[in-house]
C-alpha cells in the first residue's frame, strides 16, 4: 500500500531561517507527490508536486521541495520564513490506479518574529 | 484562477438529522472527489465519482454516505442520519481527467458540527 510520513508534528523556526519540512514515502512504482498547505479555517490549498524530471521541484509562495529517490523523502523547504507560512503542511501521494490521495498527518509549522 | 466552490462553509446539524454538502467542481472537470478531516486529524478519502457514478469509496463511505450531481453543475454529499463522529472538515475536490491526470483541486472545505 501506498503511504506517507511526516515524522513532526510540529516546526518551529524564527522568521527569516530556512525551514524544512520533512515527508518520505513508500509507493510501488513511481511516485507522484505532492505538497499541500491548510490555513486557520481554510481548505487546502496545492504548493506543487513531483512526477517526473528535476528533482529539485519549485512551487507557489517560494517553497520547493526535493526528491530523493534514495532516501524515499520529499522533503518542504524554503529559503527563508516568513511569519505568514505559519499552517497546517500536508504531503500526500497520489494513488494512480485507484484515483486517490493519501495524506500524511500533518504537520504545523510555527514561524516566530 | 477556477475555482472549487463549497457552501455552506460551516453547518450544524443536529444527531440523527439528514445534511448535504454541495460543491460546484470547475466546470471543465471530470472526477469528483469528497475527503474529510476530522479535527486534528489527516484528511481521508471517502469518495471518487465519475460519470455519474461513484468510482471508488473508502471504509467511511458506509450506507448513511451517498453522492450525486443532479444538474450537471453541482455535486452533493448527503448524510443520511448524522451521527457525533460525522463531526468534521468536508473537502470538495475535482479534476480534469482523473487518473492520468495528476491535478486536483481542492474547495475551501464545509465544517460540520453534529450535535
New interface residues.
Given amino acids: 500500500a501506498q503511504s506517507v510520513a511526516q515524522p513532526e508534528d510540529q516546526v518551529n523556526v524564527a522568521e527569516g531561517n530556512p525551514l524544512t519540512v520533512k515527508c518520505t514515502y513508500s509507493v510501488s512504482g513511481n511516485p507522484?507527490l505532492?505538497w499541500?498547505v491548510q490555513y486557520p479555517?481554510?481548505?487546502?490549498?496545492?504548493l506543487l508536486?513531483y512526477?517526473t524530471g528535476d528533482n529539485l521541484v519549485k512551487g507557489s509562495y517560494g517553497f520547493e521541495a526535493e526528491f530523493n529517490k534514495s532516501q524515499t523523502s520529499f522533503h518542504l523547504k524554503k529559503p527563508s520564513a516568513l511569519v505568514s507560512d505559519s499552517a497546517l503542511y500536508?504531503c500526500?501521494v497520489?494513488d494512480?490506479?485507484?484515483?486517490?490521495?493519501?495524506?500524511?498527518?500533518?504537520t504545523r509549522l510555527q514561524v516566530f518574529p | 484562477e477556477p475555482e472549487v466552490t463549497?457552501t455552506p462553509s460551516h453547518q450544524v446539524t443536529q444527531m440523527g438529522q439528514e445534511v448535504i454538502l454541495r460543491c460546484v467542481p470547475i466546470s471543465n472537470h471530470l472526477?469528483f472527489?469528497w475527503?474529510r478531516q476530522i479535527l486534528g486529524?489527516?484528511?481521508?478519502?471517502l469518495v471518487?465519482f465519475y460519470n455519474n457514478e461513484i468510482?471508488?469509496k473508502s471504509e467511511i463511505f458506509d450506507d448513511q454516505f451517498s453522492v450525486e450531481r443532479p444538474d450537471g453543475s453541482n455535486f452533493t454529499l448527503k448524510i443520511r442520519s448524522t451521527k457525533l463522529e460525522d463531526s468534521a472538515m468536508y473537502?470538495c475536490a475535482s479534476s480534469p481527467q482523473?487518473?492520468s491526470s495528476?491535478g486536483?483541486?481542492?474547495?475551501?472545505?464545509t465544517?460540520l458540527t453534529v450535535v
Fill in positions: 507522484y505532492f499541500y479555517n481554510r481548505g487546502l490549498q496545492f508536486k512526477i500536508f500526500a497520489r494512480i490506479e485507484t484515483d486517490k490521495l493519501i495524506f500524511g498527518t500533518g | 463549497q472526477y472527489y475527503y486529524q489527516k484528511v481521508e478519502f471518487s468510482s471508488e473537502f482523473g487518473p495528476l486536483y483541486t481542492f474547495g475551501s472545505g465544517r
